[in-house]
């Protein structure tokens, strides 16, 4: 007896003609019906390998349109933004951590309007360093809504840095991450020793859960910072 057709073998096969040029970029696959005719499976079954395909960025479903090839397969990039401590420590440099400032506050407008805040909600702003064998890596600004994470607002940072301590406090369910590179302002070349002006690289990260901010932050690392992506 014969073992059932699993969505790995749909994919496979389904993969195998794209390569093969029996279905072309552009070309439509067939429906769900009719391939799990053709496989000899359910349809729920066939529906998986679809998804898969499509998350795989090789296939795109559109409404009353059907399922196409890509012409060009669409890669996901897949970032790994470690705590910085461990990020130091995996380099096998010492780590340390100051806090520089800590307040607590009505959001500025360009915060407000980024986060969607309303005009009553408060935030607490800090801004911290973070040390590898004792010289400036990471400069972290950062915002946290006190509306969706109100623990934030007796949290002691002054021993460990606010990533930290989200992560173990707050869930989140978005995250948007944006990178540039920026001139250092006077602060910035002050607190991460590098020249007024000198090229860094930041990076801005912007998390929420169920649609609600928590964080909002910026990273600044000293020129020569690498992060590395997978696809």
Not at 66 to 87: D, K, N, W, Y
């Amino acid at each position: 007896m014969s073992s059932p057709t699993t969505f790995r073998d749909i994919k496979t096969d389904i993969m195998r003609r794209i390569a093969s040029g029996e279905w072309a970029p552009g070309s439509r696959l067939p429906n769900e019906l009719d391939l799990a005719q053709k496989f000899g499976a359910a349809r729920a079954t066939v529906n998986r390998a679809m998804r898969e395909l499509v998350d795989d960025g090789i296939v795109e479903r559109k409404r009353k349109a059907g399922t196409h090839v890509r012409s060009v397969p669409l890669r996901q990039i897949r970032l790994h933004i470690p705590v910085v401590r461990a990020e130091i420590e995996e380099q096998g440099a010492d780590y340390r951590y100051a806090l520089l400032h800590s307040n607590i506050g009505r959001p500025p407008d360009w915060l407000r309007a980024r986060l969607s805040l309303r005009p009553q909600d408060e935030v607490r702003h800090l801004t911290c360093i973070h040390f590898a064998d004792g010289n400036p890596y990471q400069l972290e600004d950062r915002w946290i809504n006190l509306t969706a994470t109100p623990l934030a607002r007796e949290a002691d940072f002054s021993q460990s840095g606010p990533s930290e301590w989200l992560i173990r406090q707050v869930p989140f369910s978005d995250v948007e991450v944006s990178f540039s590179a920026t001139a250092a302002d006077t602060e910035q070349a002050e607190n991460i020793g590098c020249g007024k002006g000198d090229p860094l690289f930041r990076i801005e990260r912007q998390t929420s859960w169920q649609h609600q901010p928590i964080t909002f932050v910026r990273l600044i690392y000293q020129r020569g910072y690498r992060l590395t992506s997978r696809y």
